[in-house]
């Protein structure tokens, strides 16, 4: 448990929500871009490693909300449906459709090229605010040209074989709950299989009044039981969810610590990280935030209380964090160094 942290200078309420992640200061400000988020970072270095660099998943999630976000300051948008991603996972086309999917890619890669000459020779007559558009345009079509290419690579690669038949898709956003208890199925098998290792999840009941574990529904949606005003029964149906959360989130948890990696838990080899935005939902300040950090061979067990008037850099966490996956490097965003207190069992 870490508490005291925030993001230096991530404000903007609701806004910041997409800077989980990247940590870019000032989200609300008109104009705002992004930058690069940490598992998109990470992916720059291991993401060839496996079939797919990086997954970027959502439960409700809407919008231009997301947690993966590249150099360029683009989201990458979340995948809703445990079943398409089942799919992409999983399931291996016929040779014919396989041969065709290796011929779009290719296709797209050139077709990328010739629209980014069109545009470099538009370059030339833009402005200097045209110009920085198109400079966040060609970082993005470099990116998706290189993840085409190797995408193309993997092709041919069978996809791993699971027990598991596909889920079905659950069509009422009220079934807030369990969707989120398949989506953390569905990341649990993506590591198992080796089939990714950085995947983000938003995790969005701002607007749905959820279904509880028990069958019970709450009156109203996180956001506005968020605003309880010291309500009693906002308060007590705030926690119900939040419970429900950590129930989710221990059987995640108990999924990885039961499953063998090469003759140990696959949760000490996996780091999981998992928070929010904002430190206080009836007032959106963006300062104190609740951590959690489980997993990966560090220390646990301990609860890491920074001053909570002068609240600790979260970015130090996700040096540490990029330093565990074996990346050389010494700051991220804000941050001032690692974290303190943060130790390797």
């Known amino acids: 448990m870490i508490s005291g942290t925030w993001h230096p200078y991530v404000d903007g309420g609701h806004a910041s929500d997409n800077c989980f992640l990247t940590a870019a200061p000032h989200p609300g400000n008109a104009g705002f871009r992004n930058t690069i988020s940490l598992d998109q970072f990470a992916a720059q270095y291991i993401g060839h490693l496996t ?12 919008g231009q909300r997301g947690l993966s976000w590249t150099s360029g300051g683009v989201m990458i ?7 398409a991603l089942f799919e992409k ?29 069109q545009a470099r020779s538009l370059s030339r007559q833009a402005s200097v605010r045209d110009r920085e558009r198109l400079d966040q345009y060609f970082t993005s079509v470099r990116e998706l040209e290189d993840r085409m290419g190797k995408a193309r690579a993997w092709e041919d690669v069978p996809k791993p074989v699971v027990s598991v038949k596909k889920p079905a898709d659950l069509p009422d956003r009220n079934q807030y709950i369990e969707r989120t208890r398949l989506m953390y199925d569905m990341a649990a098998l993506a590591v198992q299989t080796d089939s990714t290792r950085l995947i983000s999840i938003m995790l969005d009941s701002a607007s749905t009044p959820p279904l509880l574990l028990d069958g019970e529904q709450t009156s109203d949606a996180y956001h506005g039981l968020s605003h309880h005003g010291r309500n009693p029964q906002k308060l007590e149906e705030l926690d119900a969810i939040d419970k429900a959360h950590m129930a989710l ?14 003759g140990d838990s696959l949760l000490r080899n996996t780091m999981v990280l998992y928070g929010s935005n904002l430190g206080n939902g009836n007032t959106h300040v963006t300062t104190n935030l609740p951590i959690m950090f489980m997993g990966g061979g560090f220390k646990h067990g301990q609860h890491l209380a920074f001053d909570s008037e002068q609240n600790y850099p979260l970015p130090n966490l996700f040096v540490n964090v990029l330093q565990q996956l074996g990346l050389e490097v010494d700051q991220f965003a804000s941050s001032t160094g690692t ?4 130790e390797l069992a």
């Open 51 to 62: 079939r797919f660099p990086s997954l970027s998943l959502g439960v409700n999630a809407g």
């Open 89 to 117: 996972l999983f399931v291996t086309g016929s040779k014919q459709q396989i041969e065709a999917q290796k011929l779009r890619l290719a296709t797209g890669q050139s077709i990328l090229d010739a629209v980014g000459d």
């Open 249 to 262: 989130l221990g059987g995640l948890m108990t999924t990885l610590k039961a499953s063998d990696e090469q």
């Open 77 to 83: 948008p979340t995948e809703q449906r445990p079943s």
């Open 339 to 342: 974290m303190r207190g943060i």
